[in-house]
């Protein structure tokens, strides 16, 4: 079954530090999200993507996050200037079409600022 | 900002019995509901949806009911089996937007 991969698994972080996380969408899906859940808390949408702009984000999603499509295989987002509070987990999806049931979240990666 | 809740953060049910897993939500801009689970270490993985036009759908084991009245949704799983314990999280959409907006999970312990 095709899958969502992220990378790396797990990324430790000093603060003040640009970190970059990546994802390769399920290769036909053209619809791409970045959602992150900080421990014990719910999964927030931060970002989705598509035709190589942003189409919403939320207000989590200030300046110093950016996403990009680099090439025709990773969505990848950059968190420039790292805080404590962005230790989470981020995941990525990607979809066929807008929202509904076609989904498929990746495994996430676990970012650690300290 | 909690639009989508989960109150119970954790249930235990018996094998074969049913487990019934709640969910409010307080906008009625939501109409399309969906319900994922999640294992350790894994992403959240798409279990069931219902648009606001139902107020049930059902797959196998799993049906999920709206009440769109009442701002509430509940997944029911029966008969319960070990390997559905995991946390469940209810999200919930507006057409027109591309984001869910999820619940804070609750944690299912289905025992042998």
């Known amino acids: 079954e095709p899958e969502v991969t992220q990378t790396p698994s797990h990324q430790v972080t000093q603060m003040g530090q640009e970190v970059i996380l990546r994802c390769v969408p399920i290769?036909?899906?053209?619809?791409f999200y970045w959602y992150r859940q900080i421990l014990g808390q719910k999964v927030e949408f931060l970002v989705s993507?598509?035709?190589?702009?942003?189409?919403?984000k939320s207000e989590i999603f200030d300046d110093q996050f950016s996403v990009e499509r680099p090439d025709g295989s990773n969505f990848t987002l950059k968190i420039r200037s790292t805080k404590l509070e962005d230790s989470a987990m981020y995941f990525c999806?990607?979809?066929?079409?807008?929202?509904?049931?076609?989904?498929?979240f990746g495994s996430g990666t676990r970012l650690t600022v300290v | 900002d909690q639009q989508v809740k989960q109150n119970s953060p954790s249930l235990s049910v018996q094998e074969g019995r049913i487990s019934i897993l709640n969910c409010d939500y307080t906008?009625?801009?939501?109409?399309?509901f969906l319900w994922y689970k999640k294992y350790p270490a894994e992403g959240p993985t798409f279990l069931i949806s219902?648009?606001?036009?139902?107020d049930k759908n059902e797959d196998g084991r799993f049906t999920v009911f709206l009440n769109k009245s009442a701002k509430h949704l509940s997944l029911h799983i029966v008969p319960s089996q070990p390997g559905d314990s995991a946390v469940y999280f209810c999200?919930?959409?507006?057409?027109?937007?591309?984001?869910?907006?999820f619940g804070t999970g609750t944690r299912l312990k289905v025992l042998a």
């Open positions: 999806a990607s979809s066929p079409y807008p929202g509904g049931d076609g989904y498929t």
């Open positions: 999200a919930a959409a507006t057409s027109g937007t591309y984001k869910y907006i």
């Open positions: 219902i648009s606001s036009i139902k």
């Open positions: 993507f598509y035709n190589n702009e942003i189409s919403e």
């Open positions: 290769s036909n899906h053209l619809y």
């Open positions: 906008n009625s801009m939501f109409d399309y």
